[in-house]
């Protein structure tokens, strides 16, 4: 098998894989995968800022999303959890403008992303 062949075996397994994922795990990947790009372009300094400006744009599209779901009269969720989820967003909105303000850290955005990555694994936190 040639290195094009195994790179199309791969690329088709993931694909199948990806539709056979729960929406649980496509939200936790969903989530890591934003919550790295933030990190990694903060870790980069100054010069990554535009990297980090779209990452912290994909978080807000993320939480904007999340809000929506847990808006939906038919989510499934207990109502004190989809509360808290919408909390969360309407504080990441808030924060992340702050961020881009240069008015505030970048650590409680991670933080959050970090708690809900958590939960959507059923890891308890750190003590």
């Known amino acids: 098998m040639n290195a094009q062949t195994l790179a199309q075996a791969r690329k ?18 969903l989530i890591a995968r934003v919550t ?3 990190k990694a372009s903060a870790e980069a300094g100054p010069r990554a800022y535009p990297k980090l400006v779209a990452a912290l744009s994909d978080n807000h599209r993320l939480w904007t999303a999340l809000a929506v779901g847990v808006a939906d009269k038919d989510n499934g969720l207990p109502q004190d959890l989809r509360a808290q989820v919408f ?6 909105h808030q924060h992340t403008a702050q961020v881009l303000n240069r008015k505030a850290r ?4 991670l933080e959050i992303n970090a708690a809900i990555l958590r939960g959507l694994s059923g890891r308890r936190p750190k003590s």
């Open 12 to 29: 088709g397994y993931a694909q199948h894989a990806r539709t056979t994922q729960t929406p649980r795990a496509t939200e936790y990947e």
């Open 36 to 38: 790295h790009r933030i």
């Open 87 to 92: 909390y969360l967003a309407e504080f990441v």
């Open 106 to 109: 970048l650590a409680p955005l």
